[in-house]
């Protein structure tokens, strides 16, 4: 499974955003999918899950309300709207498939990961 993040850029607080990720293989609709995101000099961390059928949906508590992922199986593809952006979502924003089909925040059952894309909030 290849996974390939995309829709990163330079917004200002308060603004919007809609990350992409597109899946190379049919198969992954199977399996729940995640994104995450990693600021500089810190741990990558969880952000959102959804499961295989897009059914089961949980967040990040830094960003309940504020963002939302879907995924759109027929088309291979993840996405994260991300609205009411602050500073401090500045960060390389990951998309993962899991091993399950339920949702999971725990980043070890990821192992398909996309190359990242960035993503900086200014003021």
């Known amino acids: 499974v290849q996974l390939q993040a995309s829709g990163g850029g330079s917004v200002q607080a308060g603004g919007s955003l809609r990350l992409s990720c597109t899946v190379s293989?049919?198969?992954?609709?199977?399996?729940?999918m995640g994104w995450f995101r990693q600021a500089p000099g810190k741990e990558r961390e969880f952000v959102a899950t959804?499961?295989?059928?897009?059914?089961?949906?949980s967040y990040a508590d830094s960003v309940k309300g504020r963002f939302t992922i879907s995924r759109d199986n027929a088309k291979n593809a993840l996405y994260l709207q991300m609205n009411s952006l602050k500073l401090e979502d500045t960060a390389v924003y990951y998309c993962?498939?899991?091993?399950?089909?339920?949702?999971?925040?725990?980043?070890?059952?990821?192992?398909?990961w996309g190359q990242g894309t960035q993503l900086t909030v200014s003021s």
């Open positions: 993962a498939g899991s091993r399950y089909s339920t949702a999971t925040s725990r980043l070890d059952s990821y192992p398909y």
């Open positions: 293989r049919r198969t992954a609709s199977n399996n729940s």
């Open positions: 959804i499961s295989w059928r897009g059914g089961d949906t």
